[in-house]
């Protein structure tokens, strides 16, 4: 492996023969900054000149396909999947940089992110490395570069630091054409990078969930339609964890296998974000026994979450015990010491369980928490036209909730609805026939039903502050 110092250069052709690896990197953040990685695609003039030039984790993918940001894997904190050989002409060289999102605004420093090295991974084999160790009160730094010399490409073990943020890298490096807009930004402002007019604190790189344009695009519409419903409700300062429970018996196979499992998560991110700012949903699967995952849903694993983490390490089958789960998930948060914070379960599954007394005396029991249990219905009967509209409950929840004359087949999730014995009303249902006729409007108030109203209760009786 070879070992570069500040300033050295050599040639990937020549001296390394690669042009497709990863780029990675190792540090300790032990006070927890919040770092952002980029790529500056830059044109022979040293210039950023097109917004679809900057690399980053809400541009993740450059247009040519030769740049790829992929997160953590192993042991290294971030990588970038490089291919030199499909960069377009007009681009002569990669700019690897770091910065601290706020750093200037929050007096953070690189001094305190320790053991900086950028690394050149090929086949899984580390080929290259160069640690930073110098820096002191910069808040950005280009690590390194990949630059075209003639023909060849070479890299250049960099290193500068800057005090002021990314600004300062922009201004020297952007093209007075360039207005780089983050389209997909959560918060109401844009975020706007400009050569002469951009301040360090505008920059804030929202933590967006990987995938397509097309879904991160949704997920912004959808992370502005929950703000404005709990807003609507009065709920918007209120924190929460979010917590999903899976069914994951045999007869899930379909909804698993068209996608379905795989929606839903993703639908309910935003609500998990509006409620939780690090946007992590705790998983929870049962069957006939009751399993916690250990690889939480995040924006970071979320387009193969359901494959990797259930489909490929559990099998689905067994029965269907509803208070299996919700015993463990009340006895965790009665041993945690973040207990005076609610939770929000969401709780899925497609067929009535076969421990009913059990799950009723669960529930009655889990009544003593600041737990709200939002059981969700998939699928069972297809409502019939003539029924929807006859529940004296107008809008979209006519949409969910049956006339008396018709079963939506979860008759038992119904009756958790509306059982007695319980300190507070700490359930609702809702009965989702299917996920892809639901409007993303119809979804987030059906969701939310009731959840206001059960805080105003807990909060009289003191289960929370």
Known sequence: MKELIKGQKISL?????????????????????????????LSEKGKLEEEDDF?????PNSLDGSIK???????????????????????????????????????????????????????GQQVLEYKINDLVKETAVILMEIYKHNTEWKIQATGNGFNSGLDA????????K??????TKLESKSVILEQKEVKPEEIKLEKIPKGSIDFVKKHKSRIDLVKKYVKDMG???????????????????????????????????PLAMQFDDDGVIDVWLFDSKSIRSKTPYTTENREDFVKKEILQ????????????????????????????????????????CFDKSETEKAMIDASDYPIFWKFIGMGGNKPKPKDIVTNEKKGF???????????TGFDFLEKLDNLSGRKVDNANFLHIYNLDDISDEDLYQGLLEELPSWLIEIKKLNMIN
């Open 55 to 59: 690399i980053f984790y809400n541009n």
């Open 178 to 183: 360039v207005n780089i807009k983050d389209e």
């Open 235 to 269: 709920i918007e300062s209120q924190k929460s964890q979010v917590i999903v429970v899976m069914d994951i018996s045999a007869s899930m196979s379909s909804l698993f296998n068209k996608g379905i499992v795989q929606d839903t998560f993703d639908r309910v991110l």
């Open 13 to 41: 052709n020549k001296d390394l023969s690669l042009s497709d690896f990863v780029v990675a990197l190792k540090y300790e953040n032990n006070s927890n900054y919040d770092l952002d990685i980029s790529v500056m695609m």
């Open 397 to 407: 929840l006519s949409k969910f909730k049956p006339s008396f004359d018709f079963s």
């Open 69 to 123: 940001i992929t997160g953590s894997a192993n042991s290294f904190e971030n990588n970038i999947s490089v291919n030199t050989n499909k960069i377009q002409n007009n681009i002569s060289r990669l700019m690897f940089v770091m910065t601290i999102n706020d750093g200037d605004k929050l007096n953070q420093r690189l001094e305190n992110v320790k053991n900086i090295s950028i690394c050149l991974i090929n086949n």
């Open 169 to 176: 890298i922009l201004k020297n490096y952007g093209s007075d």
């Open 313 to 352: 390490k559990h099998r689905l089958g067994g029965g269907t015990d509803y208070a299996k789960p919700i015993n463990a998930i009340v006895k965790e948060y009665k041993n945690s010491e973040n207990n005076n914070l609610p939770l929000f379960i969401l709780f899925f599954t497609d067929g009535n």
